[in-house]
């Protein structure tokens, strides 16, 4: 049974920072993609970050040069670095995983809240 958990999120003011992990288990996503989505309260979920082969990666305009995506294959966790945290960042973030870099996400984690004050 493949599972994605994250962890790290929480409360922080605006400008401040938080680290996201997600361990996969039961399967690895090394020849695969693994990535982050969030869902902002009364919106659909949006694509934040995704990250394949060793270090390939592609980022939401809204999140550029701010936020960092890495991933630790031998661990099986990606991890999304997030500096300069705005109020629009407030939103459950889920961590998502294919099989196959171009097919479809096939695997979701329960997601995290990361709330930003203002």
């Known amino acids: 049974q493949v599972q994605l958990v994250e962890s790290g999120g929480g409360l922080v003011q605006a400008g401040g920072s938080l680290r996201l992990s997600c361990v996969a288990s039961g399967r690895t996503f090394s020849s695969g993609a693994m990535g982050w989505f969030r869902q902002a309260p009364g919106k659909e979920r949006e694509f934040v970050a995704r990250i394949w082969r060793e270090s390939t990666t592609l980022y939401a305009d809204s999140v550029k040069g701010r936020f960092t995506i890495s991933r630790d294959n031998a661990k099986n966790t990606v991890y999304l670095q997030m500096n300069g945290l705005k109020p629009d960042d407030t939103a459950v973030y889920y961590c998502?995983?294919?099989?196959?870099?171009?097919?479809?996400?096939?695997?979701w984690g329960q997601g995290t809240q990361v709330t930003v004050s203002s």
């Open positions: 998502a995983a294919k099989v196959v870099v171009t097919g479809t996400w096939d695997y």
